[in-house]
């Protein structure tokens, strides 16, 4: 059973101080490892595709990484502004289905 | 841009109604999708449509039938609710292939669906 777990469940940080969230999986055939963010009462909104091992992406105080088990969202400096549920799922071609992990909740404080 | 357009936005029915969940996207995509979302769950697949004329089941089909209208449009219908169906309902659309360029799912905001 396909499977991907997010931790920790809530991070608070303060303005500035930076960390990681991990996503691990299982997911047969996997094609792609996706992260998303959603704010509250809205939909995910698309942030980061990676597709192999090694792949870095980054997108502003976001820098997304990819092992052949795990994903981490590194957030750099943060703002409150980053204050979101952060949530990652892996991704296989059959049907381009996505299975969803369960999410981080950042809090950053000012 | 409207992306993925969901309708209505919250709904209160009684068990054992029925109603039907709209979703249209203007991005020429070809799959589309209706996951539900439940505090500790997660994001769980109902049902997909890869591609114009094909429908399957999710991790979480009992209780819903969906219709892919056409390209652009696909509806996910509750025939008889139920309390458990109370949740957030958000419809996505992706391009076909996974391994294009920044693929994605864009996701509407979301059906708020209470089931007293």
């Known amino acids: 059973e396909d499977q991907v777990t997010q931790s920790p469940e809530a991070l608070r940080l303060q303005e500035g101080e930076s960390s990681s969230l991990n996503c691990s999986y299982t997911?047969?055939?996997?094609?792609?490892l996706f992260w998303y963010r959603q704010d509250p009462g809205k939909g995910p909104e698309f942030l980061f595709t990676?597709?192999?091992a090694g792949e870095e992406k980054e997108k502003e105080r976001l820098k997304a990484t990819l092992t052949k088990k795990e994903s981490f969202l590194h957030i750099t400096a943060p703002k409150p502004e980053d204050s979101a549920t952060y949530l990652c799922?892996?991704?296989?071609?059959?049907?381009?289905?996505?299975?969803f992990g369960g999410g981080t909740r950042v809090l950053v404080k000012p | 841009n409207a992306g993925v357009t969901q309708t209505p936005k919250f709904q209160v029915l009684k068990t054992g109604q029925s109603m039907t969940l709209q979703c249209a996207q203007d991005?020429?995509?070809?799959?589309m999708y209706w996951y539900r979302q439940d505090p500790g769950m997660g994001l769980r697949l109902i049902y997909y449509?890869?591609?114009?004329?094909?429908?399957d089941k999710g991790e979480v089909p009992n209780g819903y039938n969906v219709s892919r209208l056409n390209k652009r449009e696909f509806s996910l219908r509750l025939e008889s609710a139920a309390p458990s169906q109370t949740s957030v309902y958000f419809c996505?659309?992706?391009?076909?292939?996974?391994?294009?360029?920044?693929?994605?799912?864009?996701f509407g905001s979301g059906t708020r669906l209470t089931v007293v």
């Open positions: 996505a659309s992706s391009a076909y292939l996974m391994t294009a360029t920044n693929y994605g799912y864009t």
């Open positions: 997911v047969s055939g996997l094609r792609g």
């Open positions: 990676l597709y192999s």
């Open positions: 799922a892996g991704g296989k071609a059959a049907g381009n289905k996505l299975t």
């Open positions: 991005m020429n995509h070809n799959s």
């Open positions: 449509s890869a591609s114009e004329g094909t429908t």
